[in-house]
């Protein structure tokens, strides 16, 4: 029964899907016919007495199905990462490609401008409705509901790791409600998890009732020969309850893994992490852009900010300070001045006395030396705005790691000196992911991520998430 409500979750929210997708549409489509032709019935030259009121009706048929035909509600897609919303836009400009090719070949005469606003704006809004119904659906995942109930099975280590990496992100929608490791502990839970151990990886059928798992996750095949794996795929039931294999394969994204079935064997390669010169170029491109359009934007905000900090305390209106920048460059940061005159002769003393002098993340709790305007701009990131001009000048970018001193890069790991292979950024996977709440550890694991699975949509995901930190900053910004 619960197996079938899984897959009833999954069905609802298409639906839902479904249903604000033909709204959209209609919307959409009729609302760019009116404010381009008119309320009058108007002909589509070409298509004898089909008036634009029935093409437009065809077009948001043909746009749903060709929504349906790309699989964009997907329960594989839906809820995480960006593969809905390209399906999103890949459909929509099939569709309307195939209407540009057969007005060609028939000669219909479509007005272009009715067709030139609908598909952006569709595209756009059907976007903006699958964003909300994401967020819907995260605050929904995050108490347990519509989620895939997964039982994992693998080595106890194994296990244990995918666990807690799932238990961190319950918006991608797995709860792990319980797990089968060769020890077959009964009573037992994986350790630092309240996740309980249901049994031996022979008793997965026998846990799968008693948990009501819709998905076995298969974590390693290290006690588990290839007639086993296959005894679980086959017993489960098709369509209703799912096999995933989850190789402990972590911090690689998508674009970089590619699965190829070789004799049999379902082969998975991992792309090694490197920046071609088309990327670099896109990336920098897009840097010098943007960063000068921010200063244009925001010159009001940057000369009434440093106006601010030159009467509120004596000193000067910027900090320059030098980092370690890409490939272990040193470079002077531009900030405006949040502290007091003098301040850095009293860090290591600081450092000492709150116990962190030997962790490269340097961070000063309730840090005496800011001043008071200092701690307001610091807040919302007001101080980081002169580092639009380093951008513009190419010393860092506008999405990257944190750019730190050489103090700091002087105890990486040899891990961590893999953050050294991208200009530091203004913002950052850190930075949008906990800022100074998150451990070095922590931080590092999101910067090499990035570092590693760089892409421009990524950058643009981050900077819109940047935005809304900043104008809602939490415990963590100071």
């Known amino acids: 029964m619960r197996a079938a409500a899984g897959e009833n979750w999954r069905r609802r929210y298409a639906r839902r899907l479904w249903i604000s997708d033909v709204v959209v549409l209609v919307w959409v489509v009729y609302g760019t016919q009116i404010l381009w032709l008119g309320i009058e019935p108007v002909e589509v030259s070409g298509l004898g007495p089909l008036s634009y009121w029935l093409f437009s009706a065809a077009l948001v048929a043909g746009w749903i199905l060709a929504l349906a035909w790309a699989d ?162 086959w017993s489960l039931e098709a369509g209703r309850q799912h096999l995933v294999l989850a190789p402990s394969i972590l911090d690689i994204a998508g674009p970089r893994i590619h699965t190829r079935p070789v004799a049999g064997l379902p082969l998975i390669h991992v792309e090694t992490p490197r920046f071609s010169a088309g990327q670099r170029f896109t990336k920098r491109s897009f840097d010098i852009l943007v960063s000068a359009v921010l200063i244009l934007l925001l010159s009001p905000i940057l000369l009434t900010v440093a106006a601010i900090v030159r009467l509120s ?26 502290m007091r005159v003098g301040a850095d002769a009293e860090l290591t003393a600081l450092l000492e006395t709150q116990g962190t002098s030997t962790e490269p993340l340097f961070k000063i709790k309730h840090d005496p030396r800011i001043t008071p305007v200092g701690r307001f701009i610091r807040k919302y990131s007001l101080d980081e705005l002169p580092q639009l001009f380093n951008v513009l000048g190419g010393s860092m970018s506008l999405v990257g790691p944190r750019p730190q001193v050489a103090a700091e890069v002087a105890l990486y790991t040899e891990p961590a000196r893999r953050r050294l292979l991208a200009r530091p950024g203004i913002t950052g996977l850190w930075q949008v992911s906990g800022r100074s709440a998150l451990s070095w550890d922590e931080a590092v694991k999101l910067d090499l991520y990035y570092v590693e699975n760089w892409s421009l949509l990524g950058d643009l995901a981050i900077l819109v998430k940047t935005a809304r930190v900043v104008l809602t900053p939490g415990e963590g910004a100071h």
């Open 313 to 338: 305390s004596p000193g000067p209106v910027l900090f320059r300070h030098e980092r370690i920048g890409l490939n272990g460059a040193p470079f002077q940061i531009y900030k405006f001045r949040s």
């Open 72 to 233: 964009t509600r997907s329960y594989r897609v839906i809820g995480v990462g960006n593969a809905e919303y390209v399906r999103v836009a890949d459909a929509s400009f099939r569709l309307f490609g195939l209407i540009a090719i057969i007005s060609f070949l028939f000669r219909i005469d479509v007005a272009r401008g009715f067709l030139l606003i609908s598909l952006p704006l569709g595209i756009v809004m059907l976007i903006l409705e699958r964003w909300l119904w994401r967020q819907w659906l995260a605050a929904k995942r995050s108490i347990g509901e519509y989620s895939a109930r997964v039982l994992l099975v693998g080595s106890e280590l194994s296990v244990g790791q995918i666990a807690r990496e799932l238990q961190r992100s319950p918006a991608a929608g797995y709860l792990v409600v319980g797990a089968c490791v060769p020890t077959g502990r009964i009573a037992g839970t994986l350790h630092g998890t309240d996740i309980p151990i249901m049994g031996n990886v022979a008793a997965f059928e026998e846990a799968i009732a008693v948990t009501a798992a819709d998905t076995v996750a298969v974590t390693s095949t290290d006690d588990l020969p290839p007639s086993k794996v296959k005894q679980i795929s």
